[in-house]
């Protein structure tokens, strides 16, 4: 937008001014004009008033009374010469003097002014000589004794003229005139029109110097005033007009306004480019923020690595320490992935409005953009963020909080050209290590490939269940004193038919992940409902735990769904323990804790599984109806002193909370003589079987001999 040209307010100013100003002063040259001509008429009026009567005190005593028909007197012409004399002096053209007897005889001079070479022509007013064509003023000022002014022309010239009465002795009337010349008059008024107009012509130039400069001046802090609405409107917000030059007037009350403005244009646009670019809570760039950092990243042809960073335990946070707790774990996440790579001069720092290195793309996912870095590989670039994170370790509600992060990796341009296309496989490369658990994973196009297989698989799931391609495997669980079996845990199987025995961990998280796993909880609660019954039945009842999933526990219906499937098989709730993972206890914590005890009152056991990987608060456990404490078995199959230390506190947490501590993963006699001295209650492994069919189980039970337990008699 181009605002009104900076010329225009002070054109108009100096426009109005002059037309002001030509009135003003063509008025005033006029009236000085004026007074100038009234001067010069009274003057010239105050002359003839003066030469009237001057004229009978220049001639003679008696000389006005004198008779009319005696002879000219002798000193006619010295008396003419005279009053020519005394009228050039008082600057009049004639003085002279008429005598009329009564109203029907002629006007005659009494005198004449005359000079020498008007005497020698005979060119004036001869005693008593007639005068020819008076003017009528002049016989008027007979008729009535008043004076009169005339201007007229004679033979003698064009004169402006005052007729003066006065009466003789013997009652006859004389008129004395004075003449002044009219162009002389003319000339003096010429004069005066030239004098007036130079006045004028001068005043108007100096009040058009005036109204330039009092249009300039007025109009500068306007012009300045516009020129920063101009900047404004062009985005520059800063722009501020000056206020302290104008004083108090209403152009610095404009400018202060204008200022405000500014200011406040410039505030709702950070506050809008804020909730457009903004992570409200970290004051992070968001995702459109970082889909442009990244658009810029590509455009200017840089290399780099985008991670995205899961922060894997946020959502425990949350549900057990409160979202405030999670706020806080999410600032400490900003303030530590802001401080990679700080002085690192090689890593080259997007700079711009919205670019940033660290972005949040909401919930619990960073996203770590960084170009033109030192090739560094993933196990590297996991190690420098998970210390960056670990390395000082933050405590909440006096809880430990580990930052624990999952990375997905994506290099441009290897993986993508396109901000969006990157976004979406650093998307793919996450959830890959989330689903394989592991602590990264780079993105690579033929692991999209084995993913799909693994879809595949799940689409072949229901026909699994259908062509009994699915099978339940027992393992036994000891008493780590005596070595009786106390439980067993059911295992779900799946042999397909062209890939062989296919594990869980290749289709449960995928069922988990789409909602099938209701299907095979199903199949296996009917499964293991149906042995219990049968083993209660030929006088062998045991306990059976079954692995539950998160998606069950989200289920209000799943306390319902198992109670069915003990009743159609006619077991009892005692005989089966169900495992709940630390993450299935976070899921939906008011539900999880219906469901649980809906379950417990029903009769059964409940254990938490793979204890010690996920968040679980000594608090939060107590509240729970659980029986049973399952260490994971990463901690017994590497029991190096920092495992041993976390096995011992989690077997007196267990006691303290009257839970049996089961210990999963024991595959050598040493662990087990560890755990037994550790004071662990049961034991489950390889060292005692492998996960078996129910013949093969069934064998195993048959065989097993306590008496044989290593342990037994060395301990109580
Ligand atoms: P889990 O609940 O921790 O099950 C124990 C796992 O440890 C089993 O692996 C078992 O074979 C293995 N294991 C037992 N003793 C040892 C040992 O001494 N050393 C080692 N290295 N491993 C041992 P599996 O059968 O592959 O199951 C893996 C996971 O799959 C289970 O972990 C469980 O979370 C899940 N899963 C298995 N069956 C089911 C099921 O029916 N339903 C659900 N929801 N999940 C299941
Ligand atoms: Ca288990
Ligand atoms: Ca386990």
């Given at each position: 937008m181009k605002l009104s040209k900076p010329w225009g307010v002070q054109a108009k100013i100096l426009l109005v001014f002059t037309a002001i100003n030509i009135v003003a002063t063509a008025a005033y040259t006029l009236f000085v004009y004026q007074l100038k001509t009234d001067g010069i008429y009274e003057a010239a009026d105050a002359s003839l008033r003066a030469g009237a009567h001057a004229v009978p005190r220049m001639l003679p005593a008696g000389y006005l009374d004198q008779p009319l028909q005696a002879a000219p007197p002798a000193q006619y012409k010295e008396h003419a010469r005279a009053l020519y004399h005394y009228s050039q002096q008082a600057g009049l053209r004639y003085v002279y003097a008429f005598v009329q007897e009564n109203s029907q005889s002629p006007v005659r001079y009494l005198a004449d002014a005359a000079s020498v070479a008007e005497i020698r022509a005979h060119r004036y007013g001869q005693f008593l000589q007639t005068y020819l064509k008076p003017p009528p003023e002049l016989l008027q000022t007979f008729r009535d004794g008043q004076q009169h002014v005339a201007e007229y022309t004679d033979q003698f010239g064009q004169f402006r003229s005052l007729f003066v009465p006065g009466v003789r002795q013997d009652g006859v009337r004389y008129v004395i005139g004075a003449d002044i010349d009219l162009a002389y008059l003319q000339a003096r008024r010429q004069d005066a029109l030239y004098a007036s107009l130079l006045i004028g012509a001068g005043i108007f130039g100096l009040s058009l110097l005036l109204s330039w400069w009092v249009a300039r001046n007025l109009t500068r802090p306007v012009l300045a005033l516009l020129r920063v609405t101009e900047r404004i409107t062009h985005g520059d917000y800063a722009a501020r007009a000056s206020v302290h030059h104008h004083g108090q007037d209403e152009v610095a009350q404009l400018a202060a306004g204008l200022n405000a403005m500014g200011e406040a244009i410039a505030q709702r646009e950070q506050a809008m480019l804020q909730l457009i670019y903004r992570d409200k809570l970290t004051g992070l760039g968001n995702r459109l923020a970082l889909d442009e950092a990244l658009s810029t990243a590509l455009a200017g042809q840089h290399s780099g690595v985008l991670m995205l960073v899961h922060l894997d335990r946020l959502r425990a946070i949350n549900d057990l320490l409160g979202f405030a707790a999670g706020d806080t774990v999410l600032q400490v996440t900003t303030a530590r992935l802001s401080a990679l790579w700080p002085h690192d001069s090689q890593v080259h720092r997007l700079s711009g409005p919205h670019e940033g290195r660290v972005h949040r793309l909401g919930g619990n996912v960073f996203a770590l953009l960084v170009t033109d870095m030192p090739t560094l590989d993933n196990a590297a670039l996991y190690q420098h963020i998970s210390q960056a994170l670990e390395g000082e370790p933050f405590t909440l509600d006096d809880q430990r909080i580990d930052l624990t992060v999952t990375l997905g990796i994506v290099r441009f341009p290897l993986h993508g050209k396109l901000a969006g296309m990157l976004l979406r496989h650093a998307e793919v490369a996450l959830y890959t290590a989330k689903q394989a658990h592991k602590p990264w994973s780079e993105y690579s196009a033929e692991r999209v490939v084995s993913r799909r297989e693994q879809l595949s698989l799940l689409g072949e799931l229901r026909r699994a269940i259908e062509q009994h391609e699915l099978h339940v495997f027992y393992q036994p669980q000891v008493g780590i004193?005596?070595?009786?079996?106390?439980q067993a845990e059911a295992l779900l199987r799946w042999l397909h038919p062209e890939r062989g025995w296919v594990p869980p961990s290749a289709f449960i998280p995928f069922a988990e992940q789409t909602g099938r796993i209701r299907m095979l909880t199903d199949w296996l609660l009917h499964q293991v409902a149906q042995q219990v019954a049968a083993w209660r039945a030929s006088g062998t009842p045991l306990t059976m735990s079954v692995n539950v999933a998160i998606h069950d526990l989200e289920d209000p219906d799943f306390a319902a769904r198992v109670a069915a499937a003990l009743q159609r098989h006619g077991a009892l709730a005692q005989d089966m323990c169900l495992e709940i993972t630390e993450g299935g206890l976070m899921a939906d914590p008011a539900q999880t804790h219906t469901t649980l005890n809906t379950l417990h009152h029903a009769g059964h056991r409940m254990a938490i599984d793979d204890f010690g990987t996920g968040y679980s608060s000594l608090a939060y456990l107590s509240r729970l109806p659980v029986n049973e404490l399952k260490i994971d078995r990463s901690f017994i199959i590497d029991l190096n002193p920092h495992n041993r230390s976390i096995v011992l506190s989690t077997i007196s947490l267990g006691h303290a909370l009257e839970l049996d501590v089961v210990a999963e993963g024991v595959e050598t006699e040493a662990q087990l003589r560890e755990l037994a001295a550790l004071g662990c209650d049961v034991v489950q492994g390889y060292w005692v079987a492998r996960p078996m069919p129910c013949d093969a189980f069934n064998r195993w039970r048959a065989d097993w001999r306590a008496s044989t337990w290593p342990t037994s008699g060395t301990l109580g």
């Open positions: 004193a005596h070595g009786e079996l106390v």
